[in-house]
């Protein structure tokens, strides 16, 4: 076991320095790495679980920075609605197309990331994202959030026409990880999703969210994301692939 701990332990860390960074992927990064070693359905209710501490803290200390408007208006009514469809549905769904089918949805995500990195595909900007359009990807968020908690690329989609500060940005991306992450874990811990061994892993990993906050903080005021972003996706387009087809 010492060696999956390992694995597990450097997985979370570089969630959550990605996320304090950027304030959004640590989810996203954990449960694609982490299945690859664990099911996801044993996986993903420590993930949830340890990105609550994190995006509390970084929320709370940069809460003068939360775009509340934003937040009650525009995001979270739309989100809760694919939120409670995705949640219902995580219930009911398990095994290898679980497995597949979120490796499929990673490996589309990174290589539109990428392609957005490149240059090739280009955000607009100026633009409160109140279209059609962009409350669709509000809600497909707001669904693969309750799927597999990892909704966090497709609302940074949803909200690339607006010009956001990069410190509000992230202090409302994580008030809403928050809200989120923690109806998931009482709907887990309801659902009987958890064991004793779940418990006593995330109650070390836990130990992890102090370094993981201070070093994606530091690399928040201090480092370039460009290439940052670049290799994160690159992980993430491995790793997705692997899950799809391995």
């Keep these: 076991m010492i060696p999956l701990d390992l694995a597990l332990a450097m997985i979370v860390?570089?969630?959550l320095v990605i996320q304090t960074m950027t304030g959004f992927g640590f989810n996203v990064v954990a449960v694609t790495l982490g299945a690859l070693l664990l099911p996801i359905k044993i996986w993903l209710p420590v993930?949830?679980?340890?990105?609550?501490?994190?995006?509390?803290?970084?929320?709370?200390?940069?809460?003068?920075?939360?775009?509340?408007?934003?937040?009650?208006?525009?995001?979270?009514?739309?989100?809760?609605?694919?939120?409670?469809?995705?949640?219902?549905?995580?219930?009911?769904?398990?095994?290898?197309?679980l497995?597949?089918?979120?490796?499929?949805?990673?490996?589309?995500?990174?290589?539109?990331?990428?392609?957005?990195?490149?240059?090739?595909?280009?955000a607009a900007s100026g633009a409160?994202?109140?279209?059609?359009?962009?409350?669709?990807?509000?809600?497909?968020?707001?669904?693969?959030?309750?799927?597999?908690?990892?909704?966090?690329?497709?609302?940074?989609?949803?909200?690339?026409?607006?010009?956001i500060p990069r410190a509000r940005f992230r202090a409302t991306l994580m008030t809403i990880w928050f809200t989120l992450n923690l109806v998931l874990s009482i709907a887990?811990?309801?659902?009987?999703?958890?064991?004793?061994?779940?418990?006593?892993?995330?109650?070390?990993?836990?130990?992890?969210?102090?370094?993981g906050i201070w070093l994606g903080d530091w690399?928040?005021?201090?480092?370039s994301e460009r290439g940052f972003a670049v290799a994160v996706q690159l992980v993430l387009l491995a790793a997705g692939l692997a899950l799809a087809f391995g």
């Design 13 to 15: 860390l570089a969630g």
């Design 128 to 163: 409160v994202p109140q279209s059609r359009p962009a409350r669709l990807w509000v809600l497909l968020a707001g669904l693969v959030q309750g799927l597999y908690a990892s909704g966090g690329p497709l609302l940074v989609h949803a909200l690339a026409r607006m010009e």
């Design 47 to 97: 993930v949830v679980a340890l990105n609550l501490p994190m995006s509390a803290w970084v929320a709370w200390r940069n809460r003068d920075a939360i775009d509340w408007a934003l937040l009650l208006r525009q995001i979270l009514p739309v989100m809760a609605v694919g939120f409670a469809v995705g949640v219902a549905a995580a219930f009911v769904l398990s095994g290898n197309w």
């Design 188 to 211: 887990y811990l309801s659902g009987g999703f958890w064991t004793v061994d779940m418990g006593l892993r995330a109650a070390w990993l836990v130990l992890l969210v102090p370094p």
């Design 99 to 122: 497995r597949t089918s979120f490796g499929v949805l990673v490996v589309l995500l990174a290589l539109r990331e990428l392609l957005r990195l490149s240059g090739w595909v280009q």
């Design 219 to 223: 690399l928040h005021h201090h480092a």
